[in-house]
């Protein structure tokens, strides 16, 4: 299995997405989960295997992402509504238009970020200044309309503030400078100790 940070696909050469469920293990572009459509499946390959892969923002999907951050592993599970329950006579008498009384969920994907994420000159400004509401907005500003129109916006903005919080809260001292065959990131040696 390739690690989450590290699965781009092989056709063109962008960021994957990690996902478990029931069905096992599936990739989707990262774009995707943006709003943004492309014409292929997932061609899964580690990043190290490409020759020049694309290093996007992986916070505001700007190209040419310039430092490597790492933080805990980070997982989203999701869950799925596998029923609604209503009253029967609560169904005929309302015309079929009942209000459900009880929802029953299931385990849904389960969205593996990894331990790193590339960023921006602009998106690492923010995160150097741990200005946690300053980069949610600015990812919001790029999000296509359909993902934060009316109410969207304010669930869109909660699960940025949580998963981006945790980037935050477990951020690792230092960062990698992405370069040409370093697509990880070349990382500061640690100062020697004076022992």
């Not at 943006?34 to 295997?49: L, M, N, Y």
């Not at 690492?124 to 500003?141: H, K, M, N, P, T």
Request: charge should be positive; proline fraction near 7%.
């Amino acid at each position: 299995m390739i690690p989450p940070e590290q699965a781009f696909c092989r056709r063109c050469r962008r960021a994957l997405n990690t996902h478990t469920s029931s069905f096992g293990l599936t990739y989707t572009h990262a774009i995707e989960a943006r709003g943004s459509t492309v014409d292929h499946r997932p061609d899964p390959v580690a990043v190290t295997e490409l020759n020049d892969p694309l290093i996007e923002c992986d916070f505001c999907s700007a190209p040419g992402a310039a430092w490597s951050y790492r933080c805990a592993d980070q997982r989203t599970t999701t869950r799925t509504v596998t029923a609604r329950i209503v009253g029967s006579n609560d169904y005929r008498d309302q015309h079929h238009a009942a209000r459900t009384r009880r929802v029953e969920t299931g385990d849904g994907l389960t969205q593996a970020w990894g331990e790193r994420w590339s960023a921006c000159p602009e998106c690492a400004e923010l995160i150097e200044a741990r200005d946690l509401l300053g980069l949610i907005s600015r990812v919001v500003e790029v999000l296509p309309a359909k993902l934060t129109r009316g109410k969207r916006l304010v669930q869109v903005r909660g699960q940025l503030h949580g998963t981006y919080s945790t980037v935050f809260d477990t951020l690792a001292p230092g960062r990698g400078r992405i370069e040409p065959g370093h697509p990880l990131g070349v990382w500061p040696e640690p100062p020697a100790s004076t022992a």
